[in-house]
């Protein structure tokens, strides 16, 4: 815009008024950052700090190829749940916002009540309903089929079930709100352009959803980055994601240094992988950011 | 000439509401046909069922004679200028236009150049390809969505109050720039608008509807002095209708009375007369610009006595109003230059030609 | 029985989700320990400066059990004191937690008892006088009499022993024998791939698989002794079903058959369901092999922290804790059953009750055990668990 004044830092009143966002900025989200890096340069010996100032940790880090096989598997549990959840919530979101509209807001209060039941309590609901003598396995054996079919808990896909279960609501949500955002006459004109379903779907309602698409991978990527519930409880624990393993870094091992360093290396790479996402499918070129 | 459109008898209901109830209509090859009506009348509503977004209850649709029955929009020959543009904002003004080329496999160069051969038909400038629709004004956004719609040459461009945000002096611009498309590519074209004058611009035929049937069709000349009606009649401009009575009909005319009326012999020819009219009370329509002012002494066809009540100024010309003895208001417009001006409180004789006037039937 | 959600069901779910902890009781429970850890550092601050009824305040850091009311009540009551606790969810965390600063807020502090010593060269606790408690240590079993050296720091005293029990495998006797169990072998049984449960809990699942492989894992190893610690743990993780951190998921995975042995825990994973009636769950300890001792004894502590406002009252408290009466709520709680060790409490127990916490077993499991200490290099021996458990995958 051609009124925006370029404002400089010296101008007080600039400074005044953003001092407080500065403060806040600072303290709550800054400082805990940089204790965390400082941490990282200790040592914990016998369950106790030492204020070391080596770089132990950071060797202790990239000497252990565990950690990182452990990051791998996170990311790529993560990824997986984005793209399950993604295919799952699209149609019901598409119906939501096109079909369904008539009880639209009845499928709404019943979402939001799945989302807000406690996940503790839906995950350890899961664990039952899929063990050995579990409800599945009681249900389908009881219409006659071979008894333990559901064979799956403790297992990573029993982890994937958790995750996409607990999170695919964030992509109904935002996929909902870009699609019921997009202008009906769009489609028409794709449809009047000579664009099957198909097409239309694939060149206007998809493009146009990219936001909401966006919207709902970063925050699912970023809540199964740090999922810990499900591969304990559904996974059986015998191939723990990142969460856990900063979890029993902390707790059990009380080295709070090596905790310290592995959350690190955890959000760094997390928000590299979501930048070097952001650039890939290009949100600033088609202006379509939010 | 051959009907490029043919709509036969069709119906179409929204629940228990009937938008259209019955209509019917022929469209020649490289007309201009207008459909004019206030919101509701069933416009909008049947031009989805040409272009294919709904199918009709009953009746048919047929274009360059093949039946349009179980067609879906994609597959017919026909393309929609949106009321709100409906532009791709993903896309660039190339990549929209382009778009339906794009759809039926063209390959890049002949896109490319059949693109840069709509820039020029609608005087867009080159470098705007490269932009993305919310990056031009209102006036460039609109040649952009005519150019995607004329790029895969339509067989019928539907338009769809395409003009009905802009601002006056765009939509003057933008009509004229429609007529000069017309004219220069002569393809058909079906034009939605509540704006009958916008239509009388533009159109060949005029097709008015009301409540989802239509209630006349004709050029604008027909409409403005031939209207089949009151509702048609007071649909475009102002217009005086005056209460008569017929006592007698005849294949070669009538036999009237009115009030305030003086006339030489009471009669009016046959194709002064909509076609329903029968014995009983009728409207004598006469615009306001067909009403002079007879100087004493002079004489008319007809003439009716009034006192001037209002004067307006309209640049031009000078509209007054005026009543008769009987209490009816008249609406007259002269020249600003006449030789006869009239002050409010004057009482006048206006005088008309018989071959100015139109009768119809009164409404229920 | 009162009608719940559960009740329509057939017998078989409804006893795994009780078993699950799904039930009322359970989820109470679950709700109440979460809920508290959660927020423990802020009910403290809430409790301290709330403006109380009562005369003094203390803070009580313990795990679950110790906060019954039917023991902190009569002596609240009795001091016109309120009690504010921080529940102890795991004991280095507890540690962590007072050696950050914690101890000035709390007074009396009841964990695992390695950590407790350890409070004593941490410069935390206060040392205790035995003298001084020569009518609590009258009624203890003899085994924790002072001088009891595991809670003793450079001859000093630093608590007293509250509640035990022994670490050993967890079986169901309806699926397996407990006679197979004398060696940890069907462990590593290909037969029982994917039947074996292990406890999430920090050392407790290293420590006797370190002890099945000969080592002790109590003194210093070096890095033979470790490679021989890793291999145990790949073996064990190779048959393993499950790691369970839930104390309840064990107990319906042991009960509904579909976990053959739960290693890592003990009495205090048996107990509970003992209690509901399912006396076919039970804990043993193994042989000794090769002269190592493979059982673990755990023991409990209370000690008083240096920093205490409120010394009289800490140690009213302490000896309240070990009491006769206290000690028979703390080893019959609806979330675990164990033993205490003050003998005294044993004169209370019903026949049905000794049976419920094995108490005819349980000098035996005594008998064949190590006395649970923090392992030296326990540290090298959790690290060794994380990349196993990565390899694992």
């Not at chain 1, 409880?233 to 360093?261: D, H, Y």
């Not at chain 2, 390959?107 to 080159?126: F, N, P, S």
């Amino acid at each position: 815009m051609a009124d925006e004044v370029p404002r400089s830092w010296r101008d007080p009143d600039l400074l005044i008024k953003a001092l407080p966002t500065v403060l806040l900025q600072t303290t709550c989200f800054l400082a805990p950052l940089v204790m965390t890096f400082l941490l990282t340069f200790q040592r914990s010996r016998n369950f106790q700090l030492q204020w070391s100032w080596d770089l132990w940790t950071w060797t202790d880090v990239f000497s252990k190829p565990h950690y990182w096989t452990i990051l791998g598997h996170t990311i790529f549990m993560a990824a997986a749940t984005v793209a399950i959840c993604l295919i799952i919530a699209f149609p019901i979101a598409y119906g939501l916002a096109t079909r369904f509209k008539a009880w639209e807001n009845e499928i709404k209060v019943l979402i939001t009540f799945a989302f807000i039941t406690d996940a503790t309590l839906k995950i350890y609901g899961w664990a039952l309903f899929l063990d050995k003598n579990g409800m599945a396995n009681y249900a389908l054996s009881s219409i006659g089929l071979p008894p333990e079919m559901v064979a799956f808990l403790y297992t990573d896909w029993a982890t994937l079930l958790g995750m996409v279960y607990s999170l695919s609501a964030f992509a109904i949500f935002t996929l909902y709100l870009s699609i019921s955002n997009i202008d009906r006459s769009l489609i028409l004109a794709a449809y009047d352009a000579g664009a099957g379903k198909f097409r239309a779907h694939w060149e206007v309602t998809l493009p146009l959803c990219k936001p909401g698409i966006w919207a709902g991978s970063v925050l699912i990527f970023l809540l199964s980055v740090g999922a810990f519930l499900e591969p304990k409880v559904l996974g059986g624990g015998k191939s723990p994601m990142s969460a856990e393993l900063i979890r029993q870094t902390f707790e059990t091992r009380v080295n709070w240094p090596l905790g310290a360093a592995l959350t690190l290396v955890l959000m760094v790479v997390s928000v590299f992988i979501v930048l070097l996402f952001s650039r890939l499918i290009g949100l600033k070129r088609a202006g379509l950011a939010a | 000439m051959t009907a490029i459109l043919d709509i036969q008898d069709v119906r179409k209901s929204y629940g228990s509401y009937a938008a259209l109830k019955g209509v019917s209509l022929s469209v020649n090859q490289g007309e201009f046909i207008a459909l004019v009506g206030p919101s509701g009348c069933g416009k909008t509503t049947l031009l989805k069922q040409i272009a294919g977004f709904e199918e009709p209850d009953t009746g048919r649709i047929a274009i360059a004679g093949a039946d349009m029955a179980g067609v879906p929009a994609a597959k017919r020959p026909t393309s929609m200028v949106f009321q709100k543009l409906a532009l791709f904002p993903h896309m660039t003004v190339a990549e929209n236009i382009g778009f339906p080329l794009k759809l039926r496999r063209t390959d890049t160069a002949e896109i490319k150049k059949r693109v840069g051969q709509m820039i020029e038909l609608m005087q867009l400038k080159g470098e705007y390809l490269t932009r993305y629709p919310r990056q031009l004004s209102g006036g460039e956004q609109q040649r952009v969505a005519l150019a995607r719609s004329m790029v895969s040459a339509p067989k019928l461009l539907l338009l769809d109050e395409p003009l009905s945000a802009l601002d006056v002096k765009l939509k003057k611009v933008l009509q004229a720039e429609l007529k000069r498309l017309h004219r220069s590519v002569g393809v058909t074209f079906v034009h939605v608008t509540h704006d009958l004058e916008e239509a009388m611009m533009l159109a060949d035929r005029i097709c008015v509807m009301r409540d989802g049937a239509i209630l006349q069709l004709g050029t604008p000349a027909d409409i403005y002095y031939r209207p089949a009606g009151s509702f048609v009649s007071g649909f475009i401009g102002e217009t005086n209708l005056l209460p008569i009575t017929i006592s007698e009909r005849t294949s070669s005319g009538l036999i009237y009375q009115a009030a305030d009326i003086v006339d030489t012999d009471g009669r009016i020819a046959a194709d002064l007369v909509a076609g329903k009219v029968a014995k009983g009370p009728a409207l004598l329509m006469l615009r306001p610009e067909l009403l002079r002012v007879l100087p004493p002494g002079e004489t008319a066809d007809g003439a009716i006595a009034a006192e001037v009540t209002e004067m307006f100024g309209k640049g031009g010309t000078v509209q007054y109003r005026a009543r008769t003895p009987g209490g009816q208001m008249l609406v007259v417009e002269i020249p600003g230059t006449s030789s006869l001006p009239m002050r409010i409180g004057d009482k006048v004789r206006l005088g008309f030609t018989k071959k100015d006037i139109y009768v119809f039937g009164v409404e229920a | 029985m009162t009608k719940s959600w559960y009740s329509d069901l057939p017998q078989y779910y409804q006893r795994q989700i009780k078993a699950a902890g799904l039930d009322e009781a359970g989820l109470t429970r679950r709700r109440l320990l979460k809920g508290m850890a959660a927020t423990a550092g802020v009910a403290m601050a809430g409790l301290s400066s709330r403006p109380s009824q009562a005369a003094s305040q203390m803070t009580y850091m313990c795990w679950e059990g110790y906060n019954d009311p039917r023991i902190i009540d009569p002596f609240r009551k009795a001091n016109d004191v309120e009690i504010a606790f921080d529940l102890i969810v795991d004991s280095p965390g507890g540690f962590a937690k007072l050696q950050a600063g914690a101890s000035r807020e709390v007074d009396l502090v009841s964990s695992d008892m390695p950590w407790i010593t350890r409070l004593g060269p941490a410069g935390l606790a206060q040392e205790l006088n035995p003298a001084d408690y020569a009518d609590v240590y009258a009624t203890f079993y003899d085994q924790f009499k002072p001088p009891f050296e595991p809670l003793l720091n450079e001859g000093k005293t630093i608590g007293v022993a509250t509640r035990w029990g022994w670490v050993g495998p967890c079986v169901n006797t309806d699926l397996t024998k407990p006679e197979i169990w004398k060696s940890y072998d069907p462990v590593f049984d290909d037969a029982n791939k994917g039947k074996i449960c292990v406890m999430d809990w920090g050392d407790w699942p290293i420590l006797p698989m370190a002890l099945h492989a000969g080592i002790d894992p109590y003194q210093e190893l070096d890095q033979n002794a470790l490679e021989e610690t890793r291999k145990v743990l790949r073996a064990m993780f190779k048959n393993t079903r499950t790691l369970v951190a839930d104390l309840t998921q064990a107990q319906k995975g042991l009960l509904d058959g579909s976990l053959l042995g739960c290693i890592g825990a003990g009495s205090y994973l048996t107990s509970a369901v003992r209690k509901q009636g399912h006396k076919n769950i039970i804990a043993v300890v193994p042989e000794p092999k090769n002269g190592l001792k493979q059982g673990i004894i755990w023991v409990e502590a209370t000690a008083i922290l240096k920093d205490t406002d409120q010394p009289e009252l800490a140690q009213k408290l302490l000896k309240h804790v070990v009491s006769k009466e206290s000690g028979h709520v703390l080893s019959l709680l609806d979330s675990t059953c164990n033993v205490v060790t003050n003998k005294a409490v044993e004169a209370l127990y019903t026949p049905e009750e000794r049976d419920i916490l094995q108490a005819d077993y349980m000098w035996t499991a005594w008998d064949n055990s190590q006395m649970h200490r923090i392992a030296p290099n326990i540290d090298d021996m959790l690290a060794i668990w994380q990349e196993e458990l990565a390899a694992a995958q």
